[in-house]
């Protein structure tokens, strides 16, 4: 575990979790993608609908369309920095679209989108053997945490007017 990461042990079981990732870097991708699911059952997460998609930009809309029937989502991808600006362009889209998600939603998004400035950087946070870090295994338990804690808080109420 890195230094100051939180130590998540919650109970999931009961909450539907959709799955979202990314096909692009399939190595990478195949870590998260299991490092994700582990994370999901180790909380006791079985009800879990997995989406592929073709790029991290497509996890926004994916995340949009799974949200409302789900407790939480999981949005798996990876962007390494190229010789151009797109690397910007599509890392502030993904973060601001899934963010928008969730708070448009309510519902937790986990985020485990990679953004990387070598191949190198992208396989040591997969969850891989030998890997550093694991992302999916992070992103998921976020999701399901943040799901856990939030069960018994009301959805915001539609807005009344003050008496006055």
Not at 9 to 27: E, I, K, P
Not at 81 to 93: I, L
């Amino acid at each position: 575990m890195k230094d100051g990461a939180p130590s998540l042990h919650v109970d999931g079981s009961g909450l539907s979790v959709a799955l979202v990732a990314a096909s692009w870097h399939r190595t990478v991708m195949d870590g998260l993608v299991d490092g994700a699911r582990r994370g999901l059952a180790g909380a006791g997460v079985r009800d879990v609908r997995f989406v592929e998609v073709p790029g991290s930009v497509e996890l926004t809309v994916a995340a949009a369309r799974l949200a409302p029937h789900h407790d939480a989502v999981v949005a798996l991808g990876v962007v390494i920095r190229g010789g151009t600006p797109h690397f910007d362009y599509v890392c502030q889209a993904v973060t601001t679209g899934l963010t928008e998600v969730a708070v448009r939603t309510g519902v937790p998004v986990g985020f485990g989108v990679l953004t990387c400035d070598d191949e190198q950087q992208a396989l040591d946070r997969a969850g891989l053997e030998g890997a550093a870090e694991d992302k999916g295994f992070e992103a998921a338990q976020a999701a399901v945490a943040t799901a856990v804690a939030l069960r018994d808080v009301p959805s915001l109420a539609p807005s009344r007017p003050i008496d006055g």
